[in-house]
């Protein structure tokens, strides 16, 4: 009998160490568009904090033992987190999105919060939900079943695969960094 086929944040779950961190991280590349767009369509200045915070996670991974202090990025992500009192528009819920699962990544690297993965993952779906539902793209009842909902699951899947197969070898993680974006979009359809 074959075992049944799991639904992604069971397989999110699964993941342990270095490779929640490298899924959670793949996930924020296609996140982090939303959070640049409002930055620059508010006038919003978080001085690339969230850039430099994913980027750091990156170097993380390649380079297990450098000496990063990432208690110190958290706050600064936390205080580059916009409020929603602040903006009356929709842009700002992408941004907020991409802030917590930031939070949420460093988390993971610090082994403060283990479902740290399954968090970004829930994040990145609920934009993706979110943004569907108030363009009126999809209604509650056929959300699941719109092309970029679809291709949102289907890339995180691939993303799951390619994990199975990969090594924490340097040229790996700069080829599934890379896999996160060869869409040339944001988990919303913004292109890069």
């Not at 202090?69 to 819920?93: I, S």
């Not at 829930?122 to 993706?128: E, F, H, T």
């Amino acid at each position: 009998m074959t075992q049944p086929r799991l639904n992604t944040f069971a397989r999110v779950r699964e993941l342990g160490d270095w490779k929640a961190v490298a899924f959670g991280a793949a996930l924020l590349e296609r996140m982090l568009p939303n959070y640049t767009l409002f930055c620059d369509a508010t006038g919003y200045e978080d001085e690339g904090v969230h850039r430099k915070c994913l980027d750091l996670v990156w170097e993380w991974l390649r380079t297990p033992r450098s000496k990063i202090n990432f208690a110190v990025h958290l706050e600064k992500v936390e205080d580059a987190t916009p409020d929603t009192q602040d903006y009356d528009f929709y842009g700002v819920y992408p941004a907020i999105d991409a802030a917590m699962a930031m939070s949420a990544l460093i988390n993971l690297v610090l082994a403060q919060d283990e479902q740290g993965a399954v968090v970004i993952s829930k994040l990145s779906q609920g934009s993706v939900e979110a943004f569907l539902l108030l363009s009126d793209e999809a209604t509650d009842d056929n959300v699941k079943d719109h092309p970029l909902m679809q291709f949102e699951i289907e890339t995180q899947q691939e993303l799951l695969a390619k994990l199975d197969t990969m090594g924490r070898k340097p040229e790996a993680l700069d080829a599934f960094r890379a896999m996160s974006l060869e869409a040339g979009m944001s988990n919303i359809g913004l292109e890069l």
